[in-house]
Every structure is written in structure tokens, then in C-alpha cells.
């Protein structure tokens, strides 16, 4: 997909800062720094749009990034490590929660993990909880370049293993450095709009 326009229209903490209107919207989820940021801006082609930042807890709340005026990526906090109170990490995960239960436009949810190590116990969570809410989703492994190619299959066994993936969804290898899995990405995302 040839991205012409892309910006950020809302940070949002609850349901009626949410855009209007219906266009379609896919969520990313995953550990802090493990990578969403650089997947949506890897995705558009721009260094800067979503903001990276090498300190766990950048993401705060959710972002909504338009694309092309057709659909929106949602970047939503992460998980994990990120140094924040307990209490900031319980409102984070109701925020989390509350769009991702009644979010109508929702089309899929990229969780993304990092393919160098096995999936974290939050990832597994994380996985689980969307398909008890029966989300769709799309498991993107991201830091691809720095596993040596020949090792990917197993990388790959190992994630869908340790998650007890469904059959039906989809391991993409991807690296924000060369581009790896781009264009899988992109045509996982166009069958779900």
C-alpha cells in the first residue's frame, strides 16, 4: 500500500475522545519497547510519526494515527517493565480494556513481540484475552534482522507454541531496519478492512 498521508489526530484516555465516523482501525499491542512505534512509522514510511523513545512507559494513552484518510493504526500503551505506579498501570489496562471490548470499528489487533525471545508471560495474556474477546489477531514478530535467517522457522515454532496459537492467525516476521515482512503486514491488514 502506497501511503500518501498520515498523521496523529487524537491521544485519547476514554470512549468519547475517540474519532468519529467508521472508518476501520487496528490496534497495536505489545511490551514497552518492543517495537509498535517503529512498526507504524516502518509501515507509513516516516521516521518520526509515532514517537519512539528507548525508556519503557512512552505511550500513555491511546494514539489515533490516520492513514490515507481510509483507516486508522491505534498505539496503545505497553505492557510490562515501564516505570510506572500500580495504580497508572490499572488505569492503563482499563483504558486498554474498554476500547478493545467496545471499540465497534476495531478490525484486528497487531500484537507485537519481539522474535528474538520466547513470548513473555504478558504476551501470553495479552494473546489470550483477545481471543477470549474474539478479536482478531495478527501476531507480527518484530527484530527479524536480528535473528539469523536460517533460525527463523524455529523462532517461529517457538512463538506459536508458547501462545497456543489458533490455526487461523498469523505469524508475520518483521524488522523495521530492512523492511522484512512489510508488504505481509500490510496485505494482512487490506483483507481485514
Known amino acids: 500500500m502506497k501511503v500518501t498521508a498520515a498523521e496523529i489526530t487524537i491521544s485519547a484516555v476514554k470512549p468519547e ?10 490496534a497495536l499491542a505489545g511490551r ?5 512505534s517503529s512498526f507504524i512509522n516502518k509501515m507509513i514510511n516516516r521516521k518520526n510519526l509515532a514517537r519512539t523513545s528507548s525508556k519503557p512507559g512512552k505511550t500513555q494513552t491511546l494514539n489515533f494515527y490516520l492513514i490515507n484518510e481510509a483507516f486508522y493504526f491505534v498505539d496503545v500503551p505497553g505492557y510490562g517493565f515501564a516505570k510506572v505506579s500500580k495504580q497508572e498501570r ?6 486498554m480494556e474498554t476500547y478493545f471490548t ?6 484486528a489487533v497487531i500484537l507485537v513481540i ?8 504478558d504476551d501470553v495474556m495479552m494473546y489470550e484475552f483477545l481471543k ?4 482478531p489477531t495478527i501476531v507480527v514478530a518484530t527484530k527479524a534482522d536480528k535473528v539469523p535467517k536460517g533460525k527463523w522457522p524455529k523462532h517461529q515454532k517457538v512463538v506459536r507454541e508458547t501462545l497456543k496459537m489458533a490455526k487461523e492467525d498469523e505469524v508475520i516476521l518483521f524488522s ?7 508488504e505481509e503486514a500490510w496485505s494482512a491488514l487490506l483483507r481485514r478492512m
Request: proline letters at 9%; glycine letters at 10%; zero cysteines.
Open 17 to 26: 475522545q475517540y474519532p468519529a465516523g467508521m472508518l476501520p482501525e487496528f
Open 32 to 36: 514497552s519497547n518492543v517495537g509498535k
Open 90 to 95: 490499572q488505569a492503563w489496562g482499563k483504558m
Open 102 to 107: 467496545t471499540r465497534e470499528q476495531l478490525k
Open 114 to 121: 519481539d522474535l528474538r525471545h520466547p513470548p513473555t508471560k
Open 132 to 135: 477470549y474477546h474474539q478479536l
Open 176 to 182: 523495521a531496519e530492512t523492511g522484512q515482512g512489510k
